[in-house]
């Protein structure tokens, strides 16, 4: 019997988990605290003044790719919402590296090579602020590892609630 209630109270914490850290407090949270309240961590990559960045994509659903800075001390430093406007904006052809782009928003959705096009694809769906529909952010790189292109567009796999034969619910 005890087994099957510390089963039960494991998935019921896990199913508390805050993916938007609520309750998290800068300066005084731990790392082991936003483990606690956000999981593990998707990945996680150095940052600046040796921080390091913890990621946590909610993707491709939840739209939104959290970034938790820890300080060089242990401390939550800040947690960001990546996938916005003003961090797409960042992203520019001909400039910014595959590497600065993982930094960053975070890990893809749907990374993808195609060979014949020499160019690695990254996908982000997001959401835009005003915009009813949603929307992927579509990054393509060159075999150097530079940002050769991008797109914001209508998400094409998003069927509103009213359209008939929607296959979801």
């Not at 731990?30 to 040796?50: C, F, H, L, Y």
């Not at 904006?89 to 993808?112: I, N, Q, S, Y």
Request: glycine share 8%.
């Amino acid at each position: 019997m005890k087994p099957i209630i510390t089963s039960v109270a494991a998935l019921l914490l896990a199913a508390c988990a805050s993916f938007d850290g609520r309750g998290l407090a800068p300066g005084h949270s731990t790392v082991a605290d936003v483990e606690a309240v956000m999981g593990r961590a998707a990945e996680k990559r150095p940052g600046a003044g040796g921080e390091t960045v913890h990621y946590y994509p909610q993707l491709p659903h939840g739209r939104v790719t959290y970034a938790a800075r820890i300080g060089a001390d242990g401390r939550l430093v800040a947690l960001e919402q990546r996938l916005t406007e003003d961090s797409i904006a960042k992203v520019v052809r001909g400039k910014t590296t595959m590497k600065e782009v993982r930094d960053l928003l975070g890990p893809p959705f749907e990374p993808m090579r195609l060979e014949r096009m020499q160019r690695d694809i990254w996908t982000y769906p997001m959401r835009i602020a005003g915009d009813i529909n949603p929307k992927w952010f579509i990054v393509q790189m060159s075999p150097d590892g530079v940002v050769r292109e991008t797109y914001l567009m209508d998400d094409p796999q998003f069927q509103p609630k009213d359209t008939p034969g929607r296959r979801f619910p």
